[in-house]
């Protein structure tokens, strides 16, 4: 919900609206400790997540007023081994819930082995606006209007809000509009405008649609009025580059006619660059001779110093604004190490299965393996290395080949009953009851390639 509610007893529930303020709020900056940035599995519940879940939740609350941003969590991890008995949360030992021994995954944007999902590009958009616009952003108010809806399950309304500053021009912000809901389908809205004071936006709202759009932006030497994109970064180059990226409420218009500046005079020193969404969320901003590029690239972008490198596999490509000076050197196309998988013990709770990887080259190499059942045990010469909570059919237990030793491991999958009491948004499919069998197994290299 966008809302003014931040009280912290309402931490981790959409319907914690209204309670008794525990603190002075005007006292104290609007931030958040653990934004979902992904959710744990237990052995009772396994919901999944997707990007569009994260993305909404960190809009709306952005468009309530935040202004720190922190999640819970960013990069997945591994518990430790204890000395005299493992390490995490379960019942027994006085937590809410039972979790897996070693795995912490979190499905976090950053994954256990460094696997970058797809949330990661999607948090990223917020992450570059915030560099750049958030020193002007801080200063804006959430201005939630009388019509926003407050409760959570009213799928008719659309929820928005403006957030400006009073400026000698006039108010300068942006206008949240989120018309999402996890598993729930919203209400779509033909022609739907929004005002405040002089600025008016006449948009068309289909379900699963948020963003936020600017007005009276300075871009520049130029105002922008209004526009049907969203700023992104800044390159600031000798002459700056003002990066944007299309919208829901975009349509197929051509890039000039989404911007409409004021007594349509456009930045005389400044140029400006539309990405497509999906652009915007493989872009990285790298410094290289004092320039600042933007890389697009389905990879992951590393700036190291003076070095920045793509981590991608096979065949990954990318596309650089403004153009690199040198010509970055080719990832090798390779197919990945066979791996092959023997059936080696079945029970009728439990199969075990032997598995062996060819030799392989390359930064990394992951392998993922696909099951059905209740959960995965890795070993690794007879010590657990890895363990896993199935959570659907296409969701696999990955582990990275760079953070073990051998090439052969022992897989073992404990079977689910048709008539387990566990929530699963994607439930395996059951044999006389039961599933416990590996369904498939792959692996996928990865290159580290230098760009500059």
Not at 274 to 293: D, K
Not at 306 to 315: A, E, T, Y
Not at 341 to 361: D, F
Request: proline share 6%; with cysteine.
């Amino acid at each position: 919900m966008i809302t003014y509610e931040r009280n912290d007893h309402a931490i981790g529930s959409d319907f914690g609206h209204g309670g008794s303020v525990t603190f002075d709020v005007t006292k104290f900056p609007y931030l958040t400790a653990e934004l979902g940035g992904g959710l744990e599995p237990t052995f009772k519940r396994r919901p999944v997540p997707t990007a569009g879940d994260i993305g909404a939740e960190t809009l709306v609350k952005l468009a309530s007023g935040v202004n720190l941003l922190g999640y819970y969590m960013y990069h997945g991890g591994t518990n430790p081994k204890g000395r005299l008995s493992t390490l995490q949360e379960s019942r027994e030992t006085g937590s809410l819930n039972d979790l897996l021994e070693l795995s912490y995954d979190f499905f976090a944007p950053v994954g256990e082995f460094g696997r970058i999902r797809p949330v990661y590009g999607e948090l990223k958009l917020y992450a570059l606006f915030a560099a750049d616009f958030g020193a002007s952003f801080c200063t804006m108010n959430a201005h939630i209007p009388e019509d926003n809806p407050l409760d959570p399950e009213d799928m008719e309304s659309v929820r928005y809000s403006w957030r400006y500053r009073d400026t000698d021009g006039g108010p300068e912000g942006f206008l949240f509009v989120n018309n999402y809901v996890r598993h729930h389908r919203m209400a779509e809205h033909a022609a739907r405008t929004f005002t405040l004071g002089k600025t008016s936006f006449s948009l068309s709202l289909r379900d699963r649609d948020y963003f936020f759009l600017p007005f009276n932006m300075p871009v520049a030497d130029a105002l922008l009025e209004k526009a049907l994109v969203t700023p992104l970064c800044i390159l600031h180059n000798t002459r700056p580059v003002y990066v944007f990226y299309r919208t829901p409420v975009s349509g197929q218009t051509d890039d000039r006619s989404l911007y409409t500046f004021r007594n349509g005079i456009y930045p005389s020193h400044a140029d400006i660059l539309t990405l497509s969404r999906q652009e915007a969320e493989h872009a990285s901003r790298i410094v290289h001779g004092g320039t600042e590029y933007l890389i697009i690239t389905e990879g992951v972008v590393i700036q190291d110093g003076g070095m920045v490198s793509i981590c991608g596999g096979p065949g990954t490509s990318f596309t650089a604004y403004p153009p690199l000076p040198v010509q970055p050197e080719a990832v090798p196309e390779q197919e990945p190490p066979e791996i092959t998988a023997v059936l080696a013990e079945s029970t009728a709770g439990k199969k075990t299965y032997e598995l062996s990887i060819a030799p392989w080259s390359g930064s990394d190499c992951f392998v993922s393996l696909y099951y059905e059942g209740n959960c995965a045990r890795l070993y690794e010469n007879g010590r657990l290395a890895d363990d896993h909570l199935f959570c659907g059919r296409d969701i696999p237990f990955e582990f990275s080949l760079k953070h073990v030793t051998s090439r052969t491991f022992r897989l073992e999958i404990d079977a689910l009953g048709e008539s387990d009491d566990v929530y699963l948004e994607d439930r395996p499919r059951f044999t006389d009851g039961s599933a416990c069998t590996l369904v498939k197994a792959r692996t996928e290299l990865e290159y580290r390639i230098r760009l500059v």
